[in-house]
T-cell receptor, first 109, second 115 residues
Framework: GQNIDQPTEMTATEGAIVQINCTYQTSGFNGLFWYQQHAGEAPTFLSY????GLEEKGRFSSFLSRSKGYSYLLLKELQMKDSASYLCAVRDGDYKLSFGAGTTVTVRA | ETGVTQTPRHLVMGMTNKKSLKCEQHLGHNAMYWYKQSAKKPLELMFV???????ENNSVPSRFSPECPNSSHLFLHLHTLQPEDSALYLC??????????????FGPGTRLLVL
C-alpha cells in the first residue's frame, strides 16, 4: 500500500517561517503535490514537484528528494490567512493521488 | 476557485433514502474524480472517469454508484447508506494528456450526514 506521513499539527507566529515535511513510500512515483485546505473549503493547488530540487512560488516553496522519498513545503512571512490544513499527495500512476492526512498549521499573532 | 462546482453543499439523509450528488467542471478538463474525506483521515479516491470512461474503482461499496454522462458532469448516486458514510465528498477534475494526468482541481465538496 501507499504510505505518506506528515506531522499532524504545527504552530507558528505571524511573520515567521514554517517547514512542513512529508515522507512517502509508494509503489510508483509520478509527481508530488501540495494542496492548501481551509476549514470547510476545497483543497487548492499550491505546488508540484516531479524532479529533485526546489520550486519557489512567492512566499511558498516546495522541495523534493526522490531518492529519500522526502518533500517539504516552506511557508515564509506567515500571515494569519495561512492558517489551514496542508495536504501532501503523491501521484503513483496515471491518475491516482495518494494523500497524507494533512498538517494543520495555526498562525498566532 | 469556481472552476468546479458541487451541489448540494450539505445533505442529511436517512439510511433508506436515495440521493445524488452533482459535480460540474467549467475548466475544459477530460477527467473527473470522486474523493471521500473523513475527519483526521487522508482523502480516499473513490472513482476516476477519463474521457467519460470509468478507469478506477477503488473497492467502493455498491451503495455508491457513479455516473459520468459527459466530460463536464459527474454524479454520485447514493442508496442505503450507513452512518459511517458520513463525510465530505469532494469532486475534482484534471486534464489528461497522453498517458498521464495534469494537476487536479477540487470542488468545495458536499458535507453528507447519514442518520
Amino acid at each position: 500500500g501507499q504510505n505518506i506521513d506528515q506531522p499532524t499539527e504545527m504552530t507558528a507566529t505571524e511573520g515567521a517561517i514554517v517547514q512542513i515535511n512529508c515522507t512517502y513510500q509508494t509503489s510508483g512515483f509520478n509527481g508530488l503535490f501540495w494542496y492548501q485546505q481551509h476549514a470547510g473549503e476545497a483543497p487548492t493547488f499550491l505546488s508540484y514537484n516531479v524532479l529533485d530540487g526546489l520550486e519557489e512560488k512567492g512566499r511558498f516553496s516546495s522541495f523534493l528528494s526522490r531518492s529519500k522519498g522526502y518533500s517539504y513545503l516552506l511557508l515564509k512571512e506567515l500571515q494569519m490567512k495561512d492558517s489551514a490544513s496542508y495536504l501532501c499527495a503523491v501521484r503513483d500512476g496515471d491518475y491516482k493521488l495518494s494523500f497524507g492526512a494533512g498538517t494543520t498549521v495555526t498562525v498566532r499573532a | 476557485e469556481t472552476g468546479v462546482t458541487q451541489t448540494p453543499r450539505h445533505l442529511v439523509m436517512g439510511m433508506t433514502n436515495k440521493k445524488s450528488l452533482k459535480c460540474e467542471q467549467h475548466l475544459g478538463h477530460n477527467a473527473m474524480y470522486w474523493y471521500k474525506q473523513s475527519a483526521k483521515k487522508p482523502l480516499e479516491l473513490m472513482f476516476v472517469y477519463s474521457l467519460e470512461e470509468r478507469v478506477e474503482n477503488n473497492s467502493v461499496p455498491s451503495r455508491f454508484s457513479p455516473e459520468c454522462p459527459n466530460s463536464s458532469h459527474l454524479f454520485l448516486h447514493l442508496h442505503t447508506l450507513q452512518p459511517e458514510d458520513s463525510a465530505l465528498y469532494l469532486c475534482a477534475s484534471s486534464q489528461v494528456i497522453g498517458e498521464g494526468s495534469e494537476t487536479q482541481y477540487f470542488g468545495p465538496g458536499t458535507r453528507l450526514l447519514v442518520l
